[in-house]
């Protein structure tokens, strides 16, 4: 096929992501804070659709808070970095997903210095062995989840029992995307649509009946500016930021936000309840704030899976409302449940944030 | 040229970020921190290339490299494909290595950030771990976070994770060789150097105020005096 034009254009922000055989590497803040999304993405991609997902048990964090937040030298973090590329050569696999967008971009940053200066590639090569004892060979490709879960969205679309629409209005659900800065910004051609038109979450969104928001500051930073988030003297910059972005997107009255860096749906959550608390304002309907949520939670969710598997009981901002435009069904009484329906209490109310 | 531009542009995110700037103010117009802070990506980038060894000096000095969040919006946006956070992150490194990061209130945040990142690191294999993510060092966390870590052994079952236990799995035990390869990672690397230097800098700094070490790594991450903000008098 020959492309001509805008569809030229296009083309050269698409990416062809292999379909299978992958070296799954987890990321730090996820496990933390959607310790469900992780597991969702891999019950997805093994048991529902019956991908070869590999993960070594020895793998480590890539090292990219502690790069960004200036602890650590860029040899270091190369070499962290090497290791985890000679996990995945030992395990005999060529394709090598990251579950984080700091680690995406981490790894397409080192890639290009190393394609760059390939004198410092060997030094690294050279500082592993001398470290580790191991040696790697450089991935074929490197995605990260979110590309995967949209090359997979048809596919989900087809096995869905919900769809992202209003079922009283029979409307499309009106969607925020967020994309992590880490994404596409640095390396623009290694993300799906590039830095100007990202389509990575957009695509899963109109795939599964949603509609997708534009608004003003769409592409800003959520405001995780590692050092100014990890410092508690520094959190007002991420707090303004996440405010920025909410005063923008408020007059198109998203009933929900998806995002694909594991740092982003935390931050976007947990400002809403402390803006809440500050300055007595929501941004939802009825005192409710916008739901935030993960892509691997939204793929869950219309696949059908217990919202409370998929641990949408640690968000501060209530599923709820969301959960009942959409017509899927849950146990109230489950949300806090630990394993086997175990007494493990409950969270306090917000003072002003209302939440279920 | 003299000896700190030196060592500026033997940095790699140099080499890669910092080609001939053209002053346009492209990267200070799209960058979320010369919104909130008193922050210009723009001079910091010209300061470097002037060459101007002690206004590269004041530059490493102050607080100002400190104040971005390397969010790299700026990369995508400079017409001449320079990438002005990666200048941040060199000159950043600069000032750790020379001691000069004492001499800022932003800068001496540099101690609490090492011992927390660095610590879980080489503790645990994450740079985030639940065990030293306290909510009353994250009350914005909210009461939903403050439950889930009095209960997080439950918790995490309920969700699937192998919470400190064998083998794959979310928050899994990383295996004692795994961390030791990453302790000897940081030896052949300068990562051990780089948290001892942060270390001795700042004793130096706490004895000069008359503070404990610890007592100076809590201040340093909890304070902050008047004069960083774009909506200060």
């Known amino acids: 096929m020959i492309y001509q034009g805008k569809q030229k254009i296009w083309a050269d922000y698409q990416k062809e992501i292999p379909d299978d055989k992958w070296f799954y590497v987890r990321s730090c803040i996820r496990q933390n804070f959607f310790p469900g999304a992780e597991r969702m993405f891999l019950e997805i991609c093994r048991n529902v659709l019956g991908k070869d997902f590999y993960e070594a048990a020895n793998h480590t964090t890539c090292g990219g808070i502690a790069y960004h937040c200036d602890t650590i030298p860029q040899e270091t973090v190369m070499t962290i970095v090497a290791r985890q590329f000679a996990l995945m050569t030992e395990a005999g696999y060529e394709n090598y997903v990251a579950s984080c967008i700091t680690s995406f971009g981490n790894y397409l940053e080192i890639l290009e210095t190393w394609h760059e200066f390939p004198e410092l590639e060997t030094r690294i090569r050279e500082l592993l062995w001398k470290a580790c004892r191991r040696e790697f060979k450089k991935p074929k490709y490197i995605a990260h989840a979110s590309d995967l879960i949209y090359k997979y969205r048809n596919e989900i679309a087809e096995k869905a029992k919900f769809r992202l629409i209003n079922r009283q209005t029979g409307e499309p659900l009106k969607v925020v995307e967020h994309i992590g800065c880490h994404y596409s910004k640095m390396f623009p051609s290694k993300g799906v649509g590039g830095a100007e038109y990202p389509y990575v979450l957009c695509g899963m969104i109109e795939s599964w009946g949603g509609s997708v928001i534009d608004y003003p500051e769409r592409r800003h930073c959520c405001g995780y500016g590692f050092r100014q988030y990890h410092v508690k003297a520094n959190r007002g910059y991420s707090l303004s930021n996440t405010h920025k972005k909410f005063e923008s997107m408020e007059p198109y009255h998203p009933d929900m936000i998806i995002t694909n860096c594991p740092g982003c749906p935390y931050f976007l959550d947990r400002w809403q309840y402390v803006i809440a608390e500050m300055e007595g304002k929501t941004y939802g309907q009825n005192g409710y704030g916008i739901p935030v949520f993960t892509y691997e939670e939204v793929a869950g969710l219309v696949l059908g899976y217990d919202p409370w598997d998929l641990g949408l009981q640690l968000h501060q901002v209530a599923v709820e409302p969301l959960l009942d435009k959409i017509g899927i069904e849950y146990s109230p009484e489950d949300k806090y449940k630990g394993l086997n329906r175990k007494d493990i209490m409950r969270p306090e109310l917000p003072g002003v944030l209302k939440c279920c | ?233």
């Open chain 2, 1 to 233: 040229m003299g000896k700190l531009y030196d060592e500026l542009i033997k940095d790699y995110r140099v080499k890669e970020g910092l080609k001939t700037c053209i002053n346009c103010g492209t990267c200070t117009a799209i960058c979320p921190a010369a919104e909130f802070y008193r922050y210009d990506p723009r001079k910091i980038v010209d300061t470097v290339q002037s060459k101007d060894e002690a206004e590269i000096e004041k530059l490493l000095k102050s607080d100002v490299i400190w104040y971005c969040g390397e969010c790299m919006s700026c990369v995508t946006r400079c017409p001449r494909k320079n990438a002005p956070g990666l200048v941040i992150m060199a000159l950043r490194n600069l000032s750790a290595k020379l001691g000069y990061f004492t001499c800022s209130e932003k800068g001496r945040q540099l101690l609490p950030l090492t011992r927390i990142l660095t610590g879980n690191i080489l503790n645990y294999g994450y740079c985030v771990y639940p065990d030293t993510f306290k909510w009353e060092d994250h009350v914005e966390s909210g009461p939903v976070w403050k439950w889930h870590t009095e209960h997080l052994k439950d918790n995490f079952e309920r969700l699937g994770a192998n919470f400190k236990g064998e083998g794959p799995g979310v928050l899994r035990k990383i295996p004692q060789e795994s961390l030791d390869e990453l302790k000897s990672i940081f030896d052949v690397t300068g990562g051990t150097e780089r948290i001892e230097a942060v270390e001795k800098y700042s004793e130096q700094k706490a004895g000069e105020l008359g503070m404990d070490i610890d007592e100076y790594c809590r201040m340093t991450f909890e304070k902050i005096s008047p004069g960083h903000f774009n909506s200060e008098e």
